[in-house]
């Protein structure tokens, strides 16, 4: 598992790219992240979602989004 701030930037990195990917305001794809299935996912310490990249990561959100 990541150090906190080491999370914390990834989950930074991973609400701009979801803005820009999007193409939302920061303040609503940081809504859609916390009330995400795939934040709980790269939270849990039995997961390894936190291995992968932001842009996986993005990629993962954005089918949960889409109901895959």
Partial sequence: MLP?????NKCGRIIMRLSERLRI???RALDV???SKT???LHDPNDILYLMSDLYIVDE???EI???
Avoid: A, H
């Fill in 4 to 8: 906190d701030i080491l999370m914390w």
């Fill in 66 to 68: 889409q109901g895959r």
């Fill in 39 to 41: 934040n709980l996912r």
């Fill in 61 to 63: 959100l954005i089918l």
């Fill in 25 to 27: 305001k920061p303040e």
């Fill in 33 to 35: 992240w916390y009330s």
